[in-house]
Nanobody
């Protein structure tokens, strides 16, 4: 099973940018569908972006499309989430997740491994 560690969260003003990193160990990220989710207290975990095992397909939630970009560096065994034009409503704990399945949809239950999460706070 792959182990995931997120980093890169923090406090940023609205309109700013952050890049989240998800460093994997144990297995290569190219073996997994990799995704970013986010969650705020009292709400369900929301799918933000994902990238297919071969890296050729990506998905974005409508709320982040055009502002966030998911990418993968196989040499570093790391997945990134570049976030631009951040809004206060992007404030959440962001989680990296891995699924051995090729097709996962937006269901967090389809993911086998999770990182510990990193807090992103966007001030207005």
């Amino acid at each position: 099973q792959v182990q995931l560690v997120e980093s890169g969260g923090g406090l940023v003003q609205a309109g700013g940018s952050l890049r989240l990193s998800c460093a994997a160990s144990g297995r290569t990220v190219s073996s997994y569908t990799m995704a970013w989710f986010r969650q705020i207290p009292g709400k369900e975990r929301e799918s933000v972006a994902r990238i297919s095992r071969n890296g050729g397909n990506t998905y974005y939630a409508d709320s982040v499309k055009g502002r966030f970009t998911i990418s993968r560096d196989s040499a570093k065994n790391t997945v990134y989430l570049q976030m631009t034009s951040l809004k206060p409503e992007d404030t959440a704990v962001y989680y990296c997740a891995a699924s051995i399945a090729a097709y996962t949809g937006n269901n967090p239950n389809a993911y086998d491994s999770w990182g510990q999460g990193t807090q992103v706070t966007v001030s207005s």
